[in-house]
């Protein structure tokens, strides 16, 4: 099994930046993609980006040119890069593992971590 953990949420004005992290541990080889998601009050949770085994990467059209997904392999660990960052970005941010788990495939979610823009 895969287990992930966020980091990096916290208060910033908007504009600035941050830089979340998703850790994972567990079997790790099985892994298959990381996303983040984010869920606002009130709002169901949306796919923000993803990054696959081959490296490529999906955005959600709010955030592209803003945000970036990449990984560190030898760290198993996927960081999302926010720049630019706005009001409408304040939500609690999740990470998403899917593997690979016998013949079939599994997720897993973080905890969150809470993200707040300031006008």
Request: aromatic letters at 10%; hydrophobic letters at 30%; proline letters at 2%.
């Amino acid at each position: 099994q895969v287990h992930v953990v966020e980091s990096g949420g916290g208060l910033v004005q908007a504009g600035g930046s941050l830089r979340l992290s998703c850790a994972a541990s567990g079997s790790t080889s099985s892994l298959r993609t990381i996303g983040w998601y984010r869920q606002a009050p009130g709002k169901q949770r949306d796919l923000v980006a993803v990054i696959y085994n081959d490296g490529t990467s999906t955005y959600a059209e709010s955030v592209k040119g803003r945000f970036t997904i990449s990984r560190d392999n030898a760290k198993n660990t996927v960081y999302l890069q926010m720049n630019s960052l706005k009001p409408d970005d304040t939500a609690v941010y999740y990470c998403n593992a899917v593997y690979q788990y016998w013949a079939s495939r599994a997720q897993t979610w973080g905890q969150g971590t809470q993200v707040t823009v300031s006008s």
